[in-house]
């Protein structure tokens, strides 16, 4: 069988596992309706059934523009920098809850740094991926 | 392709980093060393949990022992379960993709490399926050790795140990999850021509239905860590049972599906090594996809049989679907034992552990449908058996499964050879290890001795069996000793590894070791992609290889 569905699965074959798994996903929280579990669990796994037919959108949107997408790799230096701040940012951010606001005096200067850092990288011509 | 000669120009460090220096590997977007560095941090904390685990078994030994207070055992098992879930298995199962799927794919990079960069980092920063919890006043962490309320608010457990718990927790997820979804993008869309979805390689799929569960579950686990925030801010959120439960649906939703992550990439490492090792192709390969992916997608709907003692939630469905695991993986062990029998096999230190990984996880999975069956988990819950249980899938499989990876990808990624008998014997230990010490642990949990207990009296007859177990955990430790004596000898005398030492089966043997930057080049080109075992197909094609 060669029909229109098959030739359309077999363009964008990225796109039919992340969406048929997410199907599947909603096949088998059908089945837990049925046993009658509480609507908080219920939601909470149709909220993961929206965010893998996110992801499948994402992968078919992708899959639509070609078969296959080049890499990016003409990033100009081998150079993280700025996502490597970014991080130690978000960290010291994070520890404003374990100890006081105040370490938002760390975080912000770190994050601001990167700021600078991807504004830079991106001027010669590098990706933000 | 033709495009490795362009990437070839613009690669080097930018004007002032030297890529070889520490700074060079701590910023670099390359795949393999993001790879590295998360696998490698993930073993040094393999270690580190270990001592936490082998302080655990000193104290254990005999009965009504004192080497550590009841609170500080408390902060042993929690960070030691933490950590060799939210730092260990888990990092290494993604790592490991982030190294190998761009290059089993035929790509030349990983999809989204600063993003799989700034996952490494905020993974790494959060192991190193969860673990400056012991630097705090009233000690780290104390809760178990799933942290209940209301036992884990502010209330009944003040102090920095657990936000600093919370925050690194949290960090370490977001990390695994963008470095997944890098993973999950490249296998997907990056994949060289020829490379058909049907042509990838057994771990490459793993990988898929690893991240595809990362994707679904993990923001489950970010949504509980921010209950558990907002709940130590504000503690009366946690005077209304329907919180309490919710944190333990929003943390099972993704504690089980996690399991999955620490087992399915393990699983397909080991698929490749028994192929490899038996000198043929890996069996039931389509039936070994779509059961991986069923098996994921039950793996999201069973979650509840961690609070079958609850009575709040719907036993009948969570035990129905356990069980209906049994169907995929009795699929999976059947390609495994197929592949292998009837091979021409070499036992090398991969292949042993490898072989060994089958009938260890058998007795991890069997025992689960046994706590998955309510009427057997209503006795046995909370008791050693479920710490028997949980050790059996997690280190007598998974870990047998990191181990086999290391030995069989080693010459690949460092370009030298690891010593074969150092190697065996690493593996005659850990097999002794592993059994004595988590084999007696089912009796004990069967005869009542509870889990989470920092000394037992000598009156409930315990003492025997945990005596045993702690001697097991000595043959661990000198297990690892071997494992990191063989480390220090490869990187001392760097024997030198040729391409392909094993006669490998797909891309990444057909490049050098280590690999270039961009994987593949003019003079390491992209063989033909034939199948889901092209160097196999290639020396069959010479009449050298057996089919
Ligand atoms: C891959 C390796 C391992 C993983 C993933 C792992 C995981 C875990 C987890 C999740 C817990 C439960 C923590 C909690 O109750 O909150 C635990 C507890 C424990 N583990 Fe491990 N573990 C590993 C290796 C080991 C080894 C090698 C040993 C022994 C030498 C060991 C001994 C223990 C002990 C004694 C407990 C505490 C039991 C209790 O008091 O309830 N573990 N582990
Ligand atoms: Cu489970």
């Known amino acids: 069988m060669s029909g229109p569905v098959t030739r359309w699965c077999k363009r964008h074959p990225g796109a039919v596992v992340v969406g048929g798994w997410a199907v599947l996903n909603a096949v088998l929280l059908g089945v837990l309706t049925g046993y009658g579990e509480s609507e908080l669990a219920l939601l909470l796994w149709a909220g993961a059934f929206v965010l893998l037919t996110l992801a499948a959108t994402a992968v078919l949107v992708s899959s639509r523009r070609g078969p296959r997408e080049l890499t990016d790799y003409g990033v100009p230096g081998d150079n993280g920098a700025a996502v490597v701040l970014t991080a130690f940012g978000?960290?010291?951010g994070g520890?404003?809850?374990?100890?006081s606001t105040w370490l938002?005096?760390?975080?912000?200067?770190?994050?601001?740094?990167?700021?600078?850092?991807?504004v830079r990288h991106r001027g010669r011509g590098g990706s933000s991926r | 392709m033709t495009l490795a000669p362009d990437a070839a120009r613009s690669t080097g460090a930018s004007r002032s980093v030297r890529p070889r220096s520490w700074l060079g590997w701590a910023i670099s977007t390359d795949h393999k060393r993001i790879g590295l560095l998360t696998m490698g941090t993930a073993v040094v904390l393999l270690f580190l949990m270990g001592i936490l685990a082998l302080l655990m078994r000193s104290q254990l030994a005999q009965p009504e022992q004192q080497v550590f207070s009841p609170d500080l055992y408390n902060q042993l098992f929690s960070i030691h379960g933490s950590g060799m879930i939210y730092m260990v298995m888990t990092p290494f199962a993604i790592g490991l993709g982030?190294?190998?799927v761009p290059l089993q794919v035929g790509a030349p990079a990983i999809a989204m490399p600063r993003t799989t960069l700034f996952g490494y980092w905020l993974y790494a920063l959060g192991a190193v926050l969860m673990l400056t919890g012991f630097a705090m006043p009233t000690g780290a962490h104390a809760d178990g790795w799933f942290s209940y309320p209301p036992m884990a608010s502010s209330v009944y457990t003040p102090g920095n140990g657990t936000p600093l718990w919370i925050v690194g927790v949290f960090a370490a997820t977001v990390g695994s999850l963008g470095m997944g979804w890098a993973v999950l993008w490249t296998a997907l869309r990056k994949r060289a021509r020829g490379m058909t979805?049907?042509?990838l390689p057994i771990f490459t799929w793993s990988m898929i239905a690893s991240t595809l569960m990362v994707i679904g579950a993990f923001p489950s686990l970010l949504a509980a860590l921010t209950l558990l925030a907002i709940g130590r801010v504000e503690p009366s959120v946690f005077d209304s049972n329907v919180w309490n439960i919710g944190y333990q649906h929003l943390f099972w939703f993704y504690g089980h599906p996690v399991v999955y992550v620490m087992f399915f990439p393990y699983l397909g490492a080991v698929g490749e090594v028994l192929a490899v090792f038996s000198r043929r192709r890996f069996f039931g390969y389509k039936g070994t996809v779509i059961s991986l992916l069923v098996f994921a997608a039950l793996s999201m709907s069973v979650w509840g049989h961690h609070m079958f003692a609850t009575g709040q939630a719907t036993n009948?469905?969570?035990?129905?679907?356990?069980?209906?695991?049994?169907?995929?993986?009795g699929i999976e062990y059947f390609a495994l034992v197929g592949t292998v029998l009837g091979g021409q096999l070499v036992f090398t230190t991969p292949m042993l552990f490898a072989l060994a990984f089958i009938p260890q996880f058998l007795i991890g999975g069997l025992s689960g449908i046994m706590v998955g069956t309510p009427v057997i988990d209503y006795h046995v819950t909370d008791s050693y058996f479920v710490v028997a249980h949980l050790h059996y899938v997690l280190f007598a499989g998974s870990a047998f499964g990191l181990f086999a990876a290391v030995y069989f990808w080693w010459p690949k990624v460092t370009g030298f050879l690891l010593d074969e008998r150092l190697g065996r014997v690493h593996f005659v230990l850990l097999v002794i290890g592993t059994n004595l010490t988590f084999l007696p642990m089912f009796w004990l949990g069967q005869f009542g001795m509870p889990r989470r207990v920092a000394t037992y009296p000598e009156w409930a007859g315990f003492g025997a069996l945990n005596l045993v177990s702690s001697i097991g955990a000595a043959f661990l430790a000198a297990g690892m000793i071997a494992f990191a004596m063989n480390i220090q000898v490869s990187f001392r005398r760097r024997p030198k590894a040729p391409a392909d030492p094993w006669q490998g089966h797909s891309?990444?043997?057909?490049?050098?070791?280590?690999?270039?930057?961009?994987?593949f080049t003019p003079h390491l080109p992209l063989p033909p992609i034939t199948s889901n075992a092209p160097l196999l197909d290639a020396r069959t094609r010479q009449g050298q290889g057996r089919a």
């Open chain 1, 95 to 99: 520890l404003m809850f374990v100890y």
């Open chain 1, 104 to 118: 938002v005096i760390i975080a912000a200067p770190l994050l601001l740094v990167a700021a600078v850092f991807a």
């Open chain 1, 90 to 92: 978000l960290a010291a």
């Open chain 2, 316 to 329: 009948d469905y969570y035990s129905l679907t356990s069980i209906a695991l049994l169907v995929p993986a």
């Open chain 2, 507 to 519: 891309l990444e043997w057909a490049t050098a070791s280590p690999p270039p930057r961009y994987n």
């Open chain 2, 197 to 199: 979805m049907l042509r």
């Open chain 2, 98 to 100: 982030v190294y190998l």
